[in-house]
């Protein structure tokens, strides 16, 4: 189990910038993007045994996390 906190600045290091612009001028790229923090925090917390969870759900919350991460790296790379 990884415990890095996978913060979407890291994933994509070279879309810092657009992300940013993204965030301000696209409300749906905004929501997917505070839902993905929020799994991503969750997850984090899972990892870390700060709110230990069962297996299949945090399993269940890192695919949810995923499929954030590929909408909005189709997003980036529209």
Do not use: C
């Amino acid at each position: 189990m990884s415990n890095t906190p996978h913060e979407l600045a890291e994933e994509f290091p070279e879309f810092v910038e657009k992300m940013s612009a993204l965030k301000q001028d696209d409300a749906h790229f905004a929501k997917l993007a505070d839902e993905y923090h929020t799994l991503n925090r969750q997850v984090h917390r899972a990892e870390t045994n700060v709110e230990p969870m069962e297996q299949l759900a945090e399993e269940a919350l890192r695919k949810q996390r995923a499929l954030l991460k590929d909408k909005i790296w189709g997003m980036l790379n529209a």
